[in-house]
């Protein structure tokens, strides 16, 4: 790690506290996702183990080619599956887990979005329990009340993980709600029509997907 313009003090503190998941084993729901790929590279730099659940074949293929040693477990999860989920549960009952995030989510047009990207959520914590610390992501824009397509189900599915994560952390559980910040995607660049004149001058600023 390179230290620009930085004390001693600070770069004491940093080494200090920057390897401190190692050896720790974290859950991350939704591993194959673009922001899931960042942390990942992130976790294993750190010496964490990891626990990541799937969806998609291919997108798995990406990363086991990146991952594929015995820090790393994969676990297939589809949340709209009762089946999927139980076995999912069962897997991971004897495993002791330090940290879960909670990164899935689902814009397709058939899938439950509300279901998938919130109540599932939810119900996995649930289960899960109290021991671990969890940090439930959650990109979310505005949502029109008179509209239900398929971004505002999105958006409304985002803002009820928010709120019910919210609820959780009253009850005792490690709750920490992390936002990525706003990332240049077809998503973003759909619901954001409106603005396509800045577009150009945006995507110089904000990551890209």
């Given at each position: 790690m390179v230290y620009l313009n930085m004390n001693k003090k600070i770069k004491n503190i940093i080494n200090k506290n920057l390897f401190k998941l190692k050896n720790k084993t974290i859950l991350i729901v939704g591993a194959t996702s673009e922001i899931s790929f960042s942390i990942?590279?992130?976790?294993?730099?750190?010496?964490?183990?990891?626990?990541?659940?799937?969806?998609?074949?291919?997108?798995?293929?990406?990363?086991?080619?990146?991952?594929?040693?015995?820090?790393?477990?994969?676990?297939?999860?589809?949340?709209?599956?009762?089946?999927?989920?139980?076995?999912?549960?069962?897997?991971i009952k004897s495993l002791s887990i330090d940290y879960c995030i909670m990164n899935s989510a689902s814009i397709d047009v058939d899938a439950d979005i509300v279901q998938i990207n919130a109540l599932k959520i939810i119900k996995l914590i649930k289960i899960i329990g109290?021991?671990?610390?969890?940090?439930?992501?959650?990109s979310i824009s505005y949502c029109s009340k008179k509209s239900l397509n398929l971004e505002d189900k999105y958006a409304y599915s985002k803002r009820l993980l928010m709120k019910l994560s919210?609820?959780?952390?009253?009850?005792?559980?490690?709750?920490?709600?992390?936002?990525?910040?706003?990332?240049?995607?077809?998503?973003?660049?759909?619901r954001h029509n409106k603005i396509k004149l800045l577009l150009p001058v945006i995507k110089h600023i904000i990551p890209s997907k």
């Open positions: 990942i590279e992130e976790l294993r730099y750190l010496g964490c183990n990891l626990i990541l659940s799937y969806r998609n074949e291919l997108k798995l293929k990406k990363l086991t080619s990146l991952y594929n040693d015995h820090y790393v477990k994969y676990l297939y999860l589809d949340l709209e599956n009762e089946d999927s989920f139980d076995n999912f549960i069962d897997n109290t021991a671990p610390s969890y940090i439930v992501t959650s919210y609820e959780l952390a009253k009850e005792g559980f490690k709750i920490h709600l992390g936002h990525p910040g706003i990332i240049y995607t077809e998503l973003f660049k759909k």
